[in-house]
């Protein structure tokens, strides 16, 4: 059976980090992204055409690897991305929404209702706890 890779919590409500790159490239499979779209993704996300044309020379044929290095590259913060918002999630909904990917933009943002209200749940969990706890020691 397949697993599920989990979220940092952080993950929908800041920027992104070369260190989840995994974690995007996991959700964009996920909501169905057709990975041969990789160069135009580039260019909404902020990369130069010169970016992506070298990216598409190093690895010719392979649209796997080329959505790898594109989303490296983007992670990184490379040519004009802090233009278009900088690695977040909310560029990345909205570059996906630009190409006119609804489907997948609005599973993108379903999974991060999901992980925020998972994300206050334990929260509330974790408070829970300790006014428990608290209560439980000074008995």
Request: proline residues 3%; glycine residues 6%; hydrophobic residues 40%.
């Amino acid at each position: 059976m397949a697993t599920r890779n989990t979220f940092p919590s952080s993950f929908f409500s800041s920027p992104l980090t070369i260190e989840q790159l995994i974690y995007v490239l996991d959700l964009l499979k996920r909501c169905g992204f057709p990975q041969t779209r990789w160069h135009e993704l580039g260019l909404r996300l902020g990369l130069h055409k010169n970016t992506l044309e070298a990216i598409g020379k190093n690895h010719p044929g392979d649209v796997s690897r080329c959505l790898t290095e594109t989303l490296s590259k983007w992670l990184s913060r490379a040519d004009n991305v802090d233009s278009k918002g900088g690695a977040t999630f909310d560029s990345l909904s909205d570059a996906l929404k630009s190409m006119n990917e609804n489907a997948a933009a609005d599973k993108l943002d379903q999974e991060s209702k999901l992980i925020s209200l998972i994300v206050l749940v334990l929260t509330v969990c974790v408070c829970v706890l300790n006014v428990t706890l608290v209560m439980l020691i000074s008995e």
